[in-house]
């Protein structure tokens, strides 16, 4: 597609259960990360996807987080046994060199 | 590890006027990409300028400029006139050679009529 595409935008869920967001990246593109922004924070990096390079995950904040990449494209990030500190928005972004990134519009997940 | 520090949470400008954003960075790499993205409320990230660190000429897009102090790991963004469309979040970014990005806290700008 001619963007990044994340879904859903929007996801309010109940403590304990688990959720799993998906980010659907530019065609031809390499690389996949994954980023979580608290209420106007920073972005915090979670995990990186390289081809078929094994994933960089050492920004996973707990082995409740775990993510795949399917076929070099379309990203999942699990969230099990969600907790109230796990909401935030999840952007995901994409590129195929250095220069290039391109993010989409996240998933603003509230757990409650 | 790299870090990236802005020092302004928040700051304001008057239309029209000019305003500096500060980044400082840390890498023990010599070959790396700075970035400055906003981000409006519409939670896109959109890329405003980027700077490769092997060019000692600083980068523009006309009204953005930058100040790339090499040596200082300084990354300053300049807007000028500013404009209502401008009002958003900045973030400062710095790859590594393994492409991951690595961000700043960000900076509130707002752009006051």
């Known amino acids: 597609g001619a963007g990044v595409s994340q879904s859903p935008s929007n996801k309010v869920t109940e403590k304990g259960k688990d959720v799993e967001l998906r980010c659907d990246p530019i065609?031809?593109?390499?690389?996949l990360y994954w980023y979580r922004q608290s209420l106007g924070q920073g972005l915090e990096f979670l995990i990186y996807f390289q081809g078929n390079s094994a994933p960089d995950k050492s920004g996973l904040p707990s082995d409740r987080f775990s993510a795949e990449r399917t076929g070099g494209s379309v990203s999942t990030l699990t969230i099990q046994r969600t907790q109230q500190e796990d909401s935030a928005v999840y952007l995901c972004a994409s590129s195929f060199d250095r220069v290039g990134y391109t993010f989409g519009s996240g998933t603003r997940l509230t757990v409650v | 590890a790299q870090t990236v520090t802005q020092s302004q949470p928040e700051m304001s400008v008057q239309e029209a006027e000019t305003v500096t954003l500060s980044c400082t960075y840390d890498?023990?790499?010599?070959?790396?990409?700075l970035f400055w993205y906003k981000q409006p409320p519409s939670r896109q990230m959109i890329l405003v300028i980027r700077?490769?660190?092997?060019?000692?000429q600083n980068a523009t897009e006309n009204r953005f400029s930058v100040n790339f102090q090499k040596a200082a790991k300084s990354f300053s963004l300049k807007i000028s006139d500013s404009q209502l469309g401008d009002t958003a979040m900045y973030f400062c970014?710095?790859?590594?050679?393994?492409?991951?990005?690595?961000f700043g806290g960000g900076t509130r700008l707002m752009v006051k009529p």
């Open positions: 890498t023990s790499e010599n070959n790396y990409y």
């Open positions: 970014a710095q790859n590594n050679a393994g492409n991951m990005l690595t």
């Open positions: 700077q490769e660190a092997y060019k000692q």
């Open positions: 065609s031809g593109h390499t690389a």
